[in-house]
């Protein structure tokens, strides 16, 4: 496969530096609490937050690191992905016969194309930048809360449960306009990129009226969705 290399430094990459970053405040927490500590020695205090203050300085460097590498692998992984999305798309196409192309919407047929690869950008993206640190954060929040007070994290986690069920039922409910719209989406593409195509015959049989009217019944549709 292609693009493990890439896609293990991306999620290597991702779930280290969002790991890092959920434990930082944790130092910060130290800090302020040597700070607010009065049975201590001055200098023992001071070599204490000297210590500190380098460790948080160190660990944000190596999350800096990591994003930078995750913005790199993520940049190879989906460009090669899309192209080759590109590519098998192009192929796939080809392949039909003659009656396939005379039955079909050139703008339809090349706006799924694109809607497919764009689909797929969109989709990487949310999962990559947000479901996946999101998961890790809250895996690392309800380990460090469990730790300290079990009860806190157990109603951290019902109500993150809570939120997420009802977040899914919603989107599971919306799925299915947003199907549509992408349906009448692409009828909208597809009429205007075939009226501009043959616009030459629609001045000859004068048919301006008739195509507008169509046009504006399928833009009206997709309003209403």
Same mark, same amino acid.
């Given at each position: 496969?292609?693009?493990?290399? !890439?896609?293990?430094?991306?999620?290597? $990459?991702?779930?280290?530096?969002?790991?890092? $970053?959920? *434990?930082?405040? &944790?130092?910060?927490?130290?800090?302020?609490?040597?700070?607010? !500590?009065?049975?201590?020695?001055? !200098?023992? +205090?001071?070599?204490? *937050?000297?210590?500190?203050?380098?460790?948080?300085?160190?660990?944000?460097?190596?999350?800096?690191?990591?994003?930078?590498? $995750? #913005?790199? =692998?993520? /940049?190879?992984?989906?460009?090669?992905?899309?192209?080759?999305?590109?590519?098998? !798309?192009?192929?796939?196409?080809?392949?039909?016969?003659?009656?396939?192309?005379?039955?079909?919407?050139? /703008?339809?047929? +090349?706006?799924? +194309?694109? %809607?497919?690869?764009? $689909?797929?950008?969109?989709? =990487?993206? %949310?999962?990559?930048?947000? &479901?996946?640190?999101?998961?890790?954060? &809250?895996?690392?929040? #309800?380990?460090?809360?469990?730790?300290?007070?079990?009860?806190?994290? @157990?109603?951290?986690?019902?109500?993150? =449960?809570?939120?997420? @069920?009802?977040?899914?039922? #919603?989107?599971?409910?919306? &799925?299915?306009?947003?199907?549509?719209?992408?349906?009448?989406?692409?009828?909208?593409?597809?009429?205007? =990129?075939?009226?501009?195509?043959?616009?030459?015959?629609?001045?000859?049989? @004068?048919?301006? /009226?008739?195509?507008?009217?169509?046009?504006?019944?399928?833009?009206?549709?997709?309003?209403?969705?």
């Amino acid at each position: 496969m292609p693009y493990k290399p !890439s896609l293990f430094a991306m999620v290597v $990459s991702m779930i280290g530096a969002t790991i890092i $970053s959920a *434990l930082i405040p &944790l130092y910060y927490k130290q800090f302020f609490d040597l700070i607010a !500590s009065a049975s201590l020695q001055e !200098s023992t +205090v001071i070599a204490q *937050l000297t210590n500190i203050i380098v460790l948080i300085l160190l660990l944000q460097t190596i999350v800096w690191l990591l994003y930078r590498v $995750s #913005f790199f =692998a993520t /940049g190879y992984f989906q460009t090669r992905v899309m192209a080759d999305l590109l590519n098998d !798309s192009f192929e796939y196409l080809h392949k039909h016969s003659y009656r396939f192309f005379t039955n079909k919407f050139v /703008g339809a047929l +090349v706006r799924k +194309v694109w %809607r497919l690869v764009d $689909s797929f950008e969109r989709i =990487a993206d %949310r999962v990559y930048w947000d &479901l996946l640190p999101l998961a890790v954060r &809250l895996c690392v929040i #309800f380990i460090v809360v469990w730790g300290r007070n079990p009860t806190l994290a @157990s109603i951290l986690f019902g109500w993150t =449960a809570f939120y997420m @069920s009802i977040n899914y039922a #919603f989107t599971i409910f919306k &799925l299915k306009y947003d199907e549509l719209n992408a349906k009448i989406n692409t009828e909208v593409n597809a009429r205007l =990129a075939d009226t501009v195509t043959n616009n030459i015959n629609i001045k000859i049989f @004068s048919a301006l /009226g008739n195509e507008l009217g169509a046009f504006r019944g399928l833009t009206e549709k997709q309003r209403k969705l």
